[in-house]
């Protein structure tokens, strides 16, 4: 099942959709497109969706692209990553980072 981009900026309020083809660009996102070229839609798994989501939400919170998208990918992956020394964030069953 894929999501499309627009799909994607309704599950993540705020996202414009200027950062995530940007964002898809950079390759921090992966999409499948139908075309080369513009004009030809994106398609998102589940699994990006929920990293763009993330990434978008640890972006609002302070963090810059690229540290966002490293902290989305770790976090989807073992819901737990280290920011910094004593800086731990948890992603909680509801889907919300919760830094200890």
């Known amino acids: 099942m894929f999501v499309l981009a ?3 900026l ?3 309020p705020g996202l414009t959709y200027r950062q995530l083809d940007g964002w898809t ?3 921090y996102l992966h999409a499948r497109q139908d075309g080369a070229g513009s004009g030809h839609s994106r398609h998102y798994t ?3 969706v929920q990293i763009a989501v993330l990434m ?3 972006h609002q919170a302070g963090l810059n692209v690229a540290s966002a998208h490293q902290a989305a990918r770790a976090l989807a992956a073992d819901k737990t ?3 910094a020394p004593g800086i731990e964030l948890v992603l909680t ?3 919300l ?3 200890t």
């Open 6 to 8: 627009h799909q994607v």
């Open 10 to 12: 309704e599950q993540a």
């Open 81 to 83: 990553t280290i920011l």
């Open 97 to 99: 980072a919760d830094v």
């Open 46 to 48: 589940p699994a990006e």
């Open 25 to 27: 660009r950079a390759n």
């Open 56 to 58: 978008h939400r640890l």
């Open 93 to 95: 069953q509801d889907g």
